[in-house]
């Protein structure tokens, strides 16, 4: 299998119903333009693969209910995350994240996450908390989109006060 974008690789294989299986594909980057062909795979698994960054036109799947993201590389999730609005289940076990987008606030599907065996921001891990089973996977995906939209606010918060000071300049 070629370990570019998957170049080799023939999707309609990996589709089963609304599944699409690409785990254990060897991946670099993930074929976004294929997989936008399948609007009808709701369910895609890119576990244990070698992907390091996800490209920002991913977040144009937004068709996708579920996403496998586990056991990969990825240090960090495209700015726009928050895209993928009918996102309702999310594993991101064992990747090297740190934080997360502030958009990820904007996924308001999400009832289920898992975020264990990331070198999470102490505050980030403590709010997502262990997902060792289904009712704290949940707690997960409720506390982390609590936690994201609080830090929205804050932002746009502090962007008000820059705006309502930049215009009291202009003023005098």
């Known amino acids: 299998m070629s370990r570019g974008g998957g170049k080799g690789l023939n999707l309609k294989d990996k589709l089963d119903g609304n599944e699409l299986d690409l785990s254990l594909c060897d991946l670099n980057e993930v074929p976004v333009r294929e997989l936008a062909a399948f609007p009808k795979a709701t369910v895609l698994d890119l576990s244990c693969n070698n992907l390091i960054s996800l490209p920002s036109d991913f977040c144009s799947l937004m068709h996708l209910v579920k996403l496998d993201l586990s056991k990969n590389r990825l240090q960090q999730l495209p700015l726009d995350f928050g895209r993928l609005v009918n996102l309702q289940h999310l594993d ?64 746009d918060r502090q962007r008000q006060r820059k705006l309502q000071a930049e215009r009291g300049k202009h003023k005098e």
């Open 92 to 155: 991101l076990l064992n990747n090297r994240l740190v934080t997360l987008p502030v958009s990820f606030a904007q996924l308001k599907n999400l009832k289920w996450l898992d975020l264990k065996d990331n070198p999470l921001d102490p505050v980030l891990a403590k709010v997502a908390g262990d997902c060792l089973d289904e009712k704290q996977c949940k707690q997960a995906a409720v506390k982390v989109l609590q936690h994201m939209k609080a830090i929205q606010s804050e932002q």
